[in-house]
């Protein structure tokens, strides 16, 4: 059992690229807009924690995945996983983690360049207050470090 961060996000959409820049800057996997890597990565009875841009009415949110009832999800577009199709394949290919949580971050707008102010500022928030959570799982983050990481990188594709 390995405790896994995997962000997610599409570097080009503006604020979707805030779980794959928060991954490169903690030094976590980022599967970029590539669910079927972060797949690949997912071993059986891990604990795996996504962080991605989500469309909710909070501005961010721990959420723990059901992974119990994940039988019948539904895939429509085969370029692009959410956490939980890539939850429901893990299942299905007998690689199912012990515990899957997702660190929802509210976008403001999903065009280039770059990750909003607001945005910025609820990661910020987010780590905050899921730094004690994330210490449980052995997980520790320089927040101000971070910050400052995905300030610079958040107006540029790949670097």
Not at 54 to 63: A, C, H, I, S, V
Not at 94 to 120: Q, T
Request: aromatic share 8%; hydrophobic share 45%; with cysteine.
């Amino acid at each position: 059992m390995a405790v896994k961060v995997i962000g997610l996000g599409n570097r080009l959409y503006g604020d979707d690229a805030i779980g794959s820049i928060t991954a490169e800057c903690i030094g976590a996997l980022d599967a970029e807009a590539n669910g079927f890597q972060a797949l690949t990565f997912i071993q059986k009875d891990d604990i795996v924690i996504f962080i991605d841009a989500m469309m909710m009415n909070e501005e961010f949110g721990m959420f723990k995945i059901d992974i119990n009832n994940l039988e019948d999800i539904e895939i429509k577009d085969p370029h692009r996983l959410s956490p939980i199709q890539i939850m429901s394949l893990a299942i299905k290919s007998e690689n199912a983690p012990k515990e899957a949580y997702i660190l929802g971050i509210k976008p403001e707008k999903m065009d280039w360049p770059g990750i909003s102010k607001e945005v910025l500022n609820r990661i910020d928030l987010a780590l905050h207050k899921y730094e004690e959570f994330l210490k449980k799982f052995g997980i520790i983050i320089d927040i101000d470090k971070t910050i400052q990481c995905i300030k610079e990188k958040s107006d540029k594709p790949w670097i």
